[in-house]
């Protein structure tokens, strides 16, 4: 028995010997790593800063591509651990547009700040399991203090609105300008154009078919119908306010909004013409449109002249004045005590980590499944989202962060189309998203600050 006590002894003094020993190895390693800056960089004492906190406590050996790893990466058990932390962390949250933003005093992405945040404020990163080898990772407040400052400064340098609050200038999202910069003989055309039927192969369907302006924008189908009764295979997402997102489509494979516009005329499945040339030898037959688009376009009718005025028209499709615009533009009686229950309760669970800025969305591609999966059944070639455009599996089951704006007008909702009410909507996000659930007043709390987000439409006035 004594012989067996202190074999046992000897084992656990072994591993105790063993986990201090690779503790001291990571500690130095952790220790020996600096921030190389790119000599054409220069960036802000602040700045430097937060890079160096990063670099430090080695947020970018799971929230970039490429890290360099330490030798013991390739150990049994640790192997398994790391590649798991990394899949997980880098699906989380790439940290490249940051660094990149920080090197070259720029603004890095509002959802990315916003994440930042919310885990700093939070005090989840880095996570325990992290800290349990790497000391030197362990974060203090000062630390987290100065990547807060650092949010902050973002946010007052790159996206607060003159017109908001200065008690509001720090929330992770700014109210819809009440009108933008348009041309207004494109935008006129712009608007005859979008409800025009002859963009369709068989004259009768047009861009407002599928996106009804008295609709909140959409066709209220869980996925839109084409030509000939056609069924797409995604939810229509809405036309309102989306001059703000980062680019268009679910997927993102336009750049902007003309080159969405020149997407579903030439879908076989959607308005199915087969040419711009069709289309054009059409429009040129209606002499008064001919007249009045030369004026503007002397080159005539093309795909490109078309999707420019488009393009303008919807430009002037926003839905300022919201009571939550009008909230964060210092009206404290715009929303009632609820929803401003419901909107801490949306920033305290993570949904404006990914739901920020002007439209609550819109800037950023996420995976549907973060914390657990989503349960596709049958995955298509819509549900491989993103991944459609970059060939990057990272990229595999995102979709672009659909904008809240007038969410309460524009069910369906999901990708899919397939999700009825805000109310499993949110419960869905909190399950599959952030990883928790919460009680049903808290719900109903945010999806009453759902509602505070519907704006007001006013037509572009036109000659």
């Known amino acids: 028995m004594k012989k067996i006590i202190t074999l046992s002894g000897i084992a656990i003094a072994g591993v105790v010997v063993g986990y201090f020993s690779l503790v001291a190895y990571v500690y130095h390693h952790d220790n020996q ?29 799971c929230h970039t591509p490429s890290t360099k790893l330490p030798f013991y990466a390739s150990f049994p058990v640790a192997k398994q651990l790391m590649e798991y932390d990394i899949q997980l962390g880098y699906k989380s949250f790439n940290l490249t547009q940051v660094r990149e933003s920080l090197l070259d005093n720029k603004a890095a992405p509002q959802s990315d700040i916003t994440k930042i945040e919310w ?9 325990t399991r992290y800290n349990a080898l790497h000391w030197a990772g362990v974060m203090n407040q000062e630390e987290r203090n100065v990547l807060l400052d650092w949010v902050k400064q973002q946010r007052l340098n790159y996206y607060t609105t003159s017109d908001m609050a200065d008690n509001r200038r720090n929330e992770p999202v700014q109210p819809i ?70 680019e268009q489509f679910w997927d993102g494979r336009a750049a902007d909004l003309q080159a969405q516009a020149g997407g579903p005329p030439l879908n076989p499945i959607e308005m199915a013409s087969k040419s711009w040339d069709e289309i054009t030898d059409k429009l040129n037959k209606d002499p008064i449109l001919t007249r009045d688009f030369t004026a503007v376009y002397p080159q005539g009718f093309s795909g490109t002249s078309i999707t420019d005025a488009i393009a303008e028209f919807e430009k002037t499709l926003i839905t ?80 672009k962060v659909p904008t809240l704006r007038n969410v309460a007008l524009t069910a369906p909702y999901f990708h899919r189309g397939d999700v009825e009410t805000m109310d499993e909507a949110v419960k869905l996000m909190l399950k599959y998203q952030v990883g928790t659930s919460l009680p049903q007043s808290d719900v109903d709390d945010i999806v009453a600050f759902l509602n505070t987000l519907n704006g007001v439409y006013t037509p572009y006035p036109v000659n």
């Open 320 to 399: 300022p004045d919201s009571p939550f615009d009008n909230y964060l533009r210092g009206d404290d009686n715009a929303i009632t005590s609820q929803q401003k229950r419901g909107y801490q309760l949306f920033k305290d669970n993570k949904c404006a980590t990914c739901h920020s800025g002007k439209i609550l969305g819109g800037r950023s591609f996420e995976p549907l499944g973060l914390k657990k999966d989503f349960g596709f059944g049958e995955v298509t070639a819509a549900d491989i989202g993103r991944m459609n455009v970059t060939n990057d599996v990272r990229d595999r089951l995102r979709q």
């Open 33 to 61: 790593r600096t921030t190389a800056f790119p000599p054409q960089t220069n960036p802000s004492p602040h700045n430097v800063k937060v890079l160096n906190i990063l670099q430090e406590k080695g947020c970018d050996y």
């Open 177 to 246: 300008p009440k009108s933008l910069p348009v041309d207004a003989q494109k935008v006129a055309l712009g608007m005859r154009l979008y409800h025009d039927p002859r963009l369709s192969g068989d004259n009768s369907i047009s861009c407002a078919h599928c996106h009804q302006l008295g609709a909140g924008g959409v066709d209220g189908r869980k996925t839109s119908r084409g030509v000939g009764g056609e069924i797409g295979p995604i939810n229509a997402p809405t036309v309102y306010n989306s001059i703000f997102n980062i």
């Open 119 to 127: 885990v700093m404020g939070h005090q989840t990163m880095p996570p």
